[in-house]
């Protein structure tokens, strides 16, 4: 029961929404409900919140396994009778060894993702939606089998098989895992990026690479390119007529209210089937899969089309996913309808609002909201307040709940009108602007996100020389912008996505056990 209980909270993350349910406020007052020790989970949840507040599982970054720490340390705190002391001595270790299948688990999930391709080119959405929970199986039985063998084998044998790990392998499966995320950056860069408006990807990466701005700020400072540039741009007369407003309005007999329910409810698995290399795509996929199967039912290639655009690199806030969602659904209704949306708008729609909508969701909730509220749960729970997980689970999940909801509907409704008044030449403009975004945003994710450096160090007349401080002297941040483009070259190469991945998986395991990569 127990094992299931850490898979299943691990699984609603990525099929359910993120509620918060891995956290140790919630998961310790569970396992003394199973058993039957309830003052002891909330303590040792309490505990273990305040222990763990600053640990989150941010873009592609792997913290300590809080979840199976948080069941492993209250159940051998019941079992044993030794309270926190024992709580906290299997809790750490256990964090640390649960983060390691963490990794497998996104790392073999990328399997799944590039497998999902073939069934796009064939337009088999069920075998999309097959690899999605194969992937959603695989990250349940990530958290559920090595908490289902530690409790089987006791709180000794965890911390031995802590310590048995090998450093070479440790460092070889994180440097792999730290090097897979640029094949998604690639991916997205290669639908994205035209000849003519690449120069901006660099411009986003070099702003992020010899500043402090991170992704948020740099996006909008992209949104302010774009709109600069587009400014001083000519309408086109011909694509004035062509997009008149006239006859781009009227969209709501395309996507009716059903359509966004069912956009709603299928956006809770976002999260779905999470990989190193494309996140979310794999789920972002799978709830766009009964909107564009309608919108395209006509048209058999364009939907094989639109399934293989977004299984894409995707990556944004489980909350606030929303106006991406209905903006990204109402440029697909309007390409159905004919107008003049080519991919590129739509990927440089969804680049340009993931990354300044992540940063408001990490900063809001990751970062303010969530402690908070943890903060004064855990303090009730330390008191032995029953209250203190409902109040907890309760408070954010009324939050996260509203905020899918409020900006999925309230933007497409915004959409509606600005699109159609921006369609007098003004949304070719609005499209193009937005592939320029999206295209600084993934240079800023290359420069922030994608932590690929090198421990080398040479000696020369007693002094220690770091390769890393030497390539920063060249180059901030030059290792990842090295390793996108060669990426990105072997895409433009049409080399296929697995090769790729596979090749970044060795080279991973071999440099960082090697030492070279870090």
């Not at 063998?149 to 730290?178: C, F, H, Y």
Request: charged share 15%; glycine share 10%; with cysteine.
């Amino acid at each position: 029961m127990l094992a299931f209980l850490a898979g299943f909270a691990y699984f609603s993350r990525r099929f359910m929404g993120d509620w918060y349910l891995e956290r140790p406020i919630i998961l310790g007052p569970l396992v003394g409900l199973v058993m039957g020790d309830v003052q002891t989970g909330l303590i040792v949840g309490g505990t273990l919140e305040f222990v763990f507040m600053g640990a989150v599982d941010i873009g592609g970054s792997v913290p300590p396994n809080y979840a199976i720490g948080a069941v492993l340390g209250t159940a051998f705190a019941i079992s044993t009778g030794q309270g926190i002391e024992a709580a906290l001595l299997v809790a750490i270790p256990a964090s640390l060894l649960g983060s390691f299948f963490e990794v497998l688990a996104k790392t073999f999930s990328s399997f799944f993702v590039n497998a999902a391709e073939r069934y796009a080119d064939e337009g088999n959405d069920r075998g999309i939606a097959m690899l999605m929970h194969l992937g959603n199986l695989l990250h349940f039985l990530a958290y559920a089998l090595p908490t289902f063998i530690a409790l089987a084998l006791g709180a000794t044998a965890v911390q031995r098989m802590v310590e048995s790990i090998p450093d070479w392998l440790n460092n070889g499966i994180g440097t792999a895992g730290k090097m897979l995320p640029a094949l998604g950056f690639a991916l997205l860069l290669n639908s994205l990026a035209p000849g003519s408006l690449l120069p901006f990807f660099f411009v986003g990466f070099l702003v992020a690479a010899y500043t402090n701005w991170g992704v948020l700020a740099i996006a909008l400072l992209a949104i302010l390119v774009a709109l600069i540039i587009q400014h001083y741009r000519t309408v086109d007369e011909d694509d004035a007529a062509e997009l008149d407003p006239e006859v781009s309005a009227g969209l709501g007999d395309t996507i009716t209210r059903a359509d966004l329910r069912t956009l709603f409810f299928r956006s809770f698995a976002l999260q779905s089937a999470f990989s190193f290399d494309r996140m979310q795509a794999l789920g972002w996929t799978w709830s766009l899969i009964p909107f564009l199967k309608k919108i395209y039912k006509d048209q058999p290639e364009e939907y094989k089309r639109a399934l293989r655009r977004h299984l894409t690199f995707f990556n944004t806030h489980m909350w606030v996913h929303g106006p991406i969602l209905a903006l990204t659904a109402d440029l697909e209704a309007r390409r159905a309808r004919g107008e003049d949306i080519d991919e590129q708008a739509i990927q440089g729609l969804k680049g340009s609002l993931m990354g300044p909508l992540a940063g408001i969701g990490d900063s809001m909730f990751h970062g303010t909201l969530r402690p908070i509220m943890g903060g004064i749960a855990a303090g009730l729970a330390l008191q032995g307040n029953p209250l203190a997980p409902i109040i907890f689970f309760v408070s954010v999940n009324a939050v996260h709940v509203f905020c899918a909801w409020y900006g999925l509907y309230k933007t497409y409704d915004w959409g509606q009108t600005v699109i159609a008044r921006l369609a007098s030449g003004g949304l070719r403009q609005f499209l193009e602007g937005a592939s320029i975004a999206g295209l600084m945003a993934v240079g800023a994710l290359t420069g922030t996100w994608l932590n690929v450096t090198t421990p080398l160090a040479y000696t020369v007349q007693d002094a220690t020389v770091s390769v890393q401080s030497m390539l920063d002297s060249i180059m901030p941040r030059i290792l990842p912008l090295t390793l996108v483009m060669i990426v990105f070259w072997f895409v433009r190469k049409q080399k296929k996505t697995t090769n790729i991945m596979l090749g970044l998986i060795a080279a991973g395991l071999v440099l960082g056990a090697l030492g070279i990569l870090g």
